[in-house]
Every structure is written in structure tokens, then in C-alpha cells.
């Protein structure tokens, strides 16, 4: 198996499964040192496998070498901490139980997720330290996604390492008030996991199934227990399950993303469509209403259209209104402008994003710079449309993005 085959397929989807069961049996107060042992642990996979081939139970080896470097390791503390005290008796720490691996995995990561989502952490620290410590992410990864600086979220890590160590295994012993009260941030997370997994943001895969995934196994799991069930819970799950039916379409044979018209729609998942309908009806019981309902809405009138041009865009951009009443945010206004240009053409969808201005956080994103582009050279305003290109690129996190705006804005010089 190839490193890069290792690191996706092991590293990324087993360590937030290794990091909670370990948290669970040692405390949360260990975190730092479970990562470590995990991490280690991935190092020496990376070594052993490469030499020898992958075990038979990959998941469990790395598992045993992991819990082995962390006893060792709480020992040595152990140890240091007598001697510091001028402690001669020696106290050995206790082994926990042998774990049954892959029966304890799905109720311990969602555990763990609850945790990194303690009222205690600002929402921010929640988000970093659940995407770093659960999925695997990297801090340019979180970055990339929270539209911050690296240090920013590695200052956010820290501060959440430093409250969830004064905290215990208890934790894991949340009263349904607590576990309500951190559902949103769960779902945070969770929408974050599958929206990295659908559009990659650094690396050379474009798209990480394995990823989007495990957010539909954890939503699934949340939407099916009678304590974290909700229609907030029953939108988000809808809105995976309509993204990942058109997944694979939107690859060519390369490996390179296909635009929404270039989709072969042939090729899209009616049974995961399907599934996606039903939980977004099931989302519907009750009077709540979140940015998941919408989100799923606008996905479910792609899914259901039998063409780019007979999208209903009309409700595709009242879904889009919604959205912004919910969860206000310049990225909404400016797919609804988008969708306003497919409705009623591309100078409505300028017409509303005039007087507006990319926010410092969005302003070095490629998603503004591209509109722009998109909406002038429709326009016929070629010149403005070539500088807004030439910035969409520049500012292009992956090859695949760069190959695909280059496709839709045109890849000859506009000016």
C-alpha cells in the first residue's frame, strides 16, 4: 500500500476513532498525550507497513501500538511526578480494560465530539479542535475552512487543550440537558467534515468520500437516538445524503471536477436521492427551522431537476433568501446572486451584490473573485471579468479548483 494510501485511509479516517476510545478510558485530561500516542503510532505504521506489508486488522494493530506508547508514556509521567515530590514508594498506573475495538468506536467518537463541543470552549475552539482531533484535519485544513490565519487556529487548540484538561472522564456522563445544548455545535462540526470531504481544500484529492462518509455514519447515528434526535439533525443528514448522490459525477475519468452542467445526471445516486428526500420530509416535523433546512431545500431542487435550465431557480433562490434570514453570511448572498443570474440573468445577479463588499475574512477566498468573474464576462463586461479571474486563480487553494475555474470563466486571456 502507498504512503499516500496510508495517511487517507488510515491516518485520517481511524485517528479520531483511536483518540476517543483512548480519551474515554484514560480522561480527557490525557488528551494531548492520546494524540501523541497516536500519532506515534501512524509513524510506526508508516514504517512497519511499508517494509512488511499491512497487517491482516490494521485498525487493531494500530490500536495496540498506540495504547502501549500511551501507558508507557502516562508511566513515565507517573513516575516524574513522584520523584518531583520526593515520592520513594512507586505506584504503577493501571492498565485499563481491554476494549472490544470495533464495538466501542461509533458510541466513543460521538462521545468525543460532544466534548470538543463543551459549553465551556468558545464555538470557534470547538470547531478547531474537533476537526483537528476527530477528523484528522490539518490546521490549514481548519484554516482553509473557518476563513482564518494557521496561528489563529493553533491559538484556538490550545486554549480548548488547556480547559479540556481540567476536565474528567465524566464528561462522557452528560445529562441530556448538556448533550442538547451541544447538539449545535455537533452539527457544526459534522457540516464542516462532509463539506471538506465534498470540496477538498488543500491536498491532491479533490474529493475525499471517505470523509463525507463518516459525517453520514455520525449524523445517521445522531438523527436515530431519541436524546440527539432533531429536525436541525434530519435537514443536515438530508443535505449529505442529495451531495453525495451526485458525487460520482462530478469526476471526469482523470480526476478532475466536472461543473453542475458538465454532470452526467445519469450518473447520480437515485436511491441516495431518494433518502435524501425522506429525511429532509422527516426534518420538516416541528417548528424549527435551520440554515440546514435550506441548504438541503436548494440541494434537493438540483437533485430533482432533469436539467441546468429546468431548475426551478425561482425557489432555488427563495431557498437562498431563507438561508440568509437564518444564518446571515456574504457567501449566501452571493450564491443567491448566482442563482438570481440563472433566473433572470447575469446584470440582476450584479444588481444584487452592488454596494456590497467581501468581509477581511472572505476577501482572500477565491469564492467572491470567481462570482465576480463569472457574473461580469456573462454580462459582457469582458475586461472586469479578466481581473476578477486573474484573482480567483491566484488566490485557487488546489490544482483542481484552479482547472475548474479555468473551465468555467474561460480559460483565454478576457482582456
Not at 13 to 23: A, C, F
Not at 130 to 144: M, P, Y
Request: glycine letters at 6%.
Amino acid at each position: 500500500m502507498r504512503v499516500l494510501q496510508l495517511i487517507d485511509n488510515f491516518f485520517r479516517h481511524e485517528y479520531g476513532r483511536l483518540v476517543s476510545t483512548l480519551v474515554r478510558q484514560v480522561g480527557v485530561g490525557h488528551l494531548a498525550a492520546v494524540e501523541d500516542a497516536v500519532q506515534a503510532a501512524l509513524m510506526r505504521a508508516l514504517e512497519v507497513w511499508t517494509r512488511h506489508g499491512q497487517p491482516e486488522n490494521p485498525s487493531a494493530w494500530l490500536f495496540r501500538v498506540a495504547r502501549n506508547q500511551l501507558l508507557a508514556e502516562l508511566r513515565q509521567k507517573a513516575r516524574r511526578e513522584q520523584i518531583l515530590a520526593g515520592q520513594t514508594e512507586s505506584h504503577v498506573v493501571a492498565e485499563p480494560d481491554e476494549p472490544q475495538f470495533a464495538k466501542e468506536v461509533p458510541d466513543d467518537l460521538l462521545r468525543m465530539l460532544f466534548v470538543c463541543c463543551s459549553e465551556a470552549l468558545p464555538p470557534e475552539s470547538q470547531l478547531a479542535t474537533a476537526l483537528k482531533t476527530l477528523c484528522g484535519f490539518s490546521v490549514g485544513e481548519i484554516a482553509a475552512r473557518l476563513f482564518t490565519t494557521e496561528a489563529n487556529v493553533y491559538k484556538r487548540i490550545q486554549r480548548a487543550r488547556t480547559i479540556l484538561r481540567e476536565q474528567s472522564a465524566t464528561d462522557y456522563d452528560l445529562r441530556r440537558r448538556e448533550m442538547t445544548a451541544r447538539l449545535p455545535g455537533v452539527h457544526r462540526v459534522l457540516y464542516l467534515m462532509f463539506t471538506e470531504g465534498h470540496l477538498a481544500s488543500q491536498g491532491s484529492l479533490p474529493i475525499r468520500r471517505e470523509l463525507c462518509e463518516e459525517a453520514i455514519r455520525l449524523t445517521t447515528l445522531l438523527v436515530t437516538h431519541p436524546v440527539t434526535q432533531s429536525p436541525a439533525g434530519c435537514a443536515l443528514l438530508a443535505l449529505m445524503h442529495l451531495h453525495a448522490a451526485r458525487m460520482g459525477a462530478r469526476e471526469d475519468a482523470e480526476g478532475g471536477l466536472l461543473l453542475l452542467e458538465e454532470q452526467d445526471r445519469g450518473r447520480w445516486d437515485s436511491r441516495q436521492i431518494e433518502l435524501g428526500i425522506q429525511w429532509l420530509a422527516a426534518a420538516a416535523e416541528g417548528d424549527s427551522y435551520s440554515r440546514y433546512h435550506a441548504e438541503a431545500a436548494i440541494a434537493a431542487e438540483h437533485c430533482l431537476a432533469p436539467s441546468l435550465a429546468a431548475t426551478r431557480w425561482d425557489k432555488v433562490v427563495e431557498a437562498y433568501e431563507l438561508l440568509e434570514r437564518v444564518s446571515p453570511s456574504p457567501l449566501h448572498r452571493l450564491n443567491r446572486a448566482l442563482a438570481i443570474a440563472e433566473w433572470k440573468g447575469a446584470k440582476a445577479g450584479l444588481t444584487a451584490l452592488h454596494g456590497h463588499e467581501p468581509p477581511a475574512w472572505l476577501a482572500g477566498s477565491y469564492l467572491w473573485a470567481a462570482a465576480l468573474s463569472d457574473l461580469h464576462r456573462r454580462a459582457g463586461d469582458l475586461p472586469t471579468a479578466a481581473v476578477h479571474r486573474s484573482s480567483a486563480l491566484a488566490l485557487a487553494p488546489t490544482s483542481a479548483i484552479r482547472a475548474l475555474l479555468r473551465r468555467r470563466l474561460g480559460d483565454v486571456d478576457l482582456g
